[in-house]
């Protein structure tokens, strides 16, 4: 089974903090995502990497910046975090050759709090 | 450029009767169309997806969708509901070959006892 995990479920934090949320994937996928999560709004798009240190703007990249330093590991960081950054995030990892699946797969979620 | 709509934010049904969860979509070009469920304080998981061949694609837990191409829809059905299958659902579509997912702003079910 395909696991995605994120290092945490909850997190709070204040104003103009720098935060940084991680996802680890055991597959050995390519592609990996990073999701914001809004009532009303579904999942939008904010980075995606596509390799090692490669990246790609998603629909929503401002305030936001990502790392892939490692083909597991995909970093997403809040340079100074912000109350309308008080979200949902989800991370997800997909692979093209992995039986032509094309399926997405999602991490728990950690919900952020900015206060 | 594609997007995907889920006309019903809610959809309350009680135990044991059939729901229909209704995803119609706009793309100019092919798409792959997917299913996901989201239970409470989780990620999301695949229901179903259709990829090509046969329109009607069974799932996970009873569910099945069927594609129809001339309508631009992908409904999601379930002939008989459980309380657990109270949950979040979206519809996604991804333009075959590239890695852009386009998400519905999702379906909230809520069996009733």
């Known amino acids: 089974d395909v696991k995605v995990t994120q290092s945490s479920r909850y997190l709070v934090k204040r104003t103009g903090e720098k935060v940084f949320l991680e996802c680890v994937q055991d597959?050995?996928?390519?592609?990996m995502f990073w999701y914001r999560q809004d009532p009303g709004l579904g999942l939008r798009l904010i980075y995606f990497s596509y390799d090692v240190k490669m990246k790609e703007k998603g629909d929503i990249p401002e305030g936001y910046s990502v790392s892939r330093e490692k083909k597991e590991r995909f970093s997403l960081i809040l340079e100074s975090a912000s109350t309308n950054q008080t979200s949902m995030y989800l991370c997800a990892s997909h692979s093209w050759g992995q039986g032509d699946s094309y399926e997405q797969y999602f991490g728990p979620g950690t919900r952020l709090t900015v206060t | 450029a594609q997007s995907v709509t889920q006309l019903d934010s809610q959809v309350p049904v009680f135990e044991e009767a059939p729901v229909e969860l209704r995803c119609n979509y706009s793309s100019s070009v092919s798409v792959y169309l997917f299913w996901y469920v989201q239970y409470p304080n989780q990620g999301l998981q695949l229901l179903l997806k259709y990829l090509s061949g046969s329109t009607l694609v069974k799932g996970i837990n009873g569910f099945e969708a069927e594609f129809n191409k001339s309508q631009t829809s992908f409904h999601l059905r379930k002939p008989s509901v459980h309380i657990s299958d109270t949950a979040e659902y979206f519809c996604a579509v991804t333009p075959s070959g590239t890695y852009k997912y386009i998400f519905g702003t999702g379906t909230r079910l809520k069996v009733l006892a």
């Open positions: 597959m050995d996928h390519e592609n």
